[in-house]
Each structure stands twice: as C-alpha cells, then as structure tokens.
C-alpha cells in the first residue's frame, strides 16, 4: 500500500509521470491514490523529490 505523507508532500507531479499503472492522481493540487489500481512497485517512491511516499505491509 501506498502511504502519502502530506505534511512533506509538495504536490509537484513527479510521481504521477512515472507511475506504470496510472494509479496516482493530482487533483486541484492534492495527490490522489486508487489503492486498487496500485501494485505497490515503488517507482513513484524513487521519483519523489521530496520523499514524501512510502510503501507499507499495512492494508
């Protein structure tokens, strides 16, 4: 699972370029997550500037 960690996120766009499934979302400049769409691959992690994202066990 995809955890955002919002307090750091600067909402810059990075990672929804290069997810590979399309599951991440900025709308209205809020990241948005379809937790069903994302494979938990980590791409979007090493993507991010800022290291706001982190993929967790939790469900």
């Known amino acids: 699972m995809l955890n955002i960690r919002r307090e750091i996120c600067g909402y810059c766009g990075a990672c929804v370029s290069v997810c590979p499934e399309g599951a991440l979302e900025l709308i209205d400049a809020y990241l948005t997550v379809d937790s069903e769409t994302c494979i ?17 066990d939790e469900v």
Do not use: M, N
């Open 40 to 56: 938990s691959c980590g791409i979007c992690t090493k993507a991010c500037p800022l290291g706001a994202l982190e993929v967790t």
